[in-house]
């Protein structure tokens, strides 16, 4: 997107197209307007045209162009925090309840993909949370028995099962999590904008939002080239914020993560690698990801961004951890490279916000954009359409705070992966 091959990479040459859509051009009335057409702003407007509600989403760029359109594409259950942390981190009553939504979150995206026929390459598979020595392991064991106890379908694999589904014998065990999946990013967030399209919903990207101004009991949203009056403002544009709400950008730190894609791997070399087609990452602080496509590509992630010095040295780590992990593929070439931002919350949890009388938005995924986003687009849908109470969300209601130190930590992760990735995979 932008003529940048870096962006999005394989998802954006293998997605199909999205719906046709133009930039707003004078002046138009919604019940909603939602701003941003990521997962969070399209689940929204797709759960509100259904009920009838009239929806305008506008978009800055195009169609999942944020964190929907870069990721790796796995669909998991929860956060990264600990599950019996949450209670702690939020309290009883929203700690339990974020839990529950999070837990049954890929049921969702799952159940939007088969009503909406949405062609975005899902694997029903499970994913794999592989342990990096004994410290790993005991880590993977814990999270297991955390979910275990709260009815999830998750069980801890020993050292050669999981070498017999990840194909390399580099780990000591994986949580093997039956809720989750994989799937296209980019085309999964396509496929939801046709279908709210088809239920209704008007999209126009290349509409970013320059100010807004409540106006006769109504909200107005200006763009360059229009505006829009509803009643209620969704706020759907997380760490990619710009413009009225960068504040919501403003309280993460953007933590930069890359993918390197191979070429598609023959047959037999497919059934040596990941042949259940889990998607899998590891336990290291600076954690790698990876996963295969539907045409065999191998993706292969970790933290860092793909430019001035980090583009050497995260392709070199690439390919060394490759050759580490699965040497029978030998020196399979790259096909795609991109990156894009996590955002990270200071305490790795997501966001509930009022921004002004009827401007709400959640925010802060922290690397957990698919299912999350999806859940809490229908969240905020069903609470515009009076399904479900203020009181009743799984987040308490919080004002946007910068971190301390924010673009000084950024600095440091970005410098510190490519440090960790310069001398990793060497031996």
């Known amino acids: 997107m932008l003529n940048d091959p870096r962006s999005h990479g394989l998802w954006e040459k293998t997605a199909p197209p999205p719906p046709a859509t133009v930039p707003l051009a004078g002046e138009v009335s919604a019940d909603v307007v939602i701003v941003g057409g990521g997962y969070a702003g399209l689940s929204s407007a797709l759960h509100l045209a259904e009920a009838g509600t009239r929806v305008v989403l506008l978009e800055a760029n195009e169609i999942g162009f ?79 028995r955390q979910w275990s106890k709260r009815g999830a379908p998750v069980s801890v694999l020993d050292a050669d099962e999981t070498a017999r589904r990840v194909g390399t014998s580099a780990y000591a065990g994986a949580l093997l999590d039956m809720r989750a999946g994989t799937l296209q990013p980019l085309a999964y967030a396509r496929g939801l904008a046709h279908a709210a399209v088809k239920a209704g919903v008007t999209i126009h990207t290349g509409s970013r939002v320059t100010e807004t101004e409540k106006a006769g009991g109504r909200w107005v949203v200006r763009t360059d080239g229009g505006k829009v009056s509803a009643d209620w403002i969704i706020v759907a544009t997380d760490a990619y914020s710009t413009g009225p709400w960068e504040q919501v950008r403003n309280e993460q730190v953007h933590l930069p993560y890359f993918n390197f894609a191979t070429v598609p791997l023959g047959d037999n070399l497919r059934k040596s690698v990941l042949p259940g087609r889990e998607g899998a990452w590891d336990t290291k602080e600076v954690l790698s990801s990876f996963r295969m496509d539907q045409a065999g590509r191998l993706v292969i992630g970790s933290v860092g961004a793909l430019r001035n010095t980090g583009y050497a040295i995260h392709r070199n780590w690439a390919r060394r951890t490759l050759h580490k992990l699965f040497p029978q593929l030998g020196d399979v070439p790259f096909e795609c490279e991109w990156y894009g931002k996590i955002g990270m919350t200071e305490n790795a949890l997501p966001r509930f916000h009022r921004f002004a009388p009827n401007v709400i938005g959640f925010s802060g995924y922290n690397g957990r954009g698919i299912a999350p986003g999806t859940v809490f687009g229908k969240t905020l849908a069903d609470h515009i359409l009076g399904r479900l109470s203020e009181a009743d969300l799984p987040l308490p209601l919080t004002d946007p705070q910068e971190p301390g130190l924010r673009a000084l930590k950024e600095v440091w992760y970005e410098a510190g992966a490519q440090a960790a990735h310069f001398v990793d995979a060497r031996v």
């Open 66 to 144: 944020g964190g929907a359109g870069r990721n790796v594409g796995l669909i998991n259950a929860g956060m990264w925090v600990m599950p019996d942390d949450l209670p702690g981190e939020l309290g009883p009553v929203h700690g339990e309840r974020l839990l529950e939504m999070l837990g049954g979150a890929p049921k969702l995206v799952m159940s939007l993909i088969e009503k909406h026929a949405i062609a975005c390459e899902l694997e029903r598979n499970g994913t794999l949370h592989c342990a990096v020595g004994a410290s790993g392991l005991k880590e993977i064991e814990e999270r297991a």
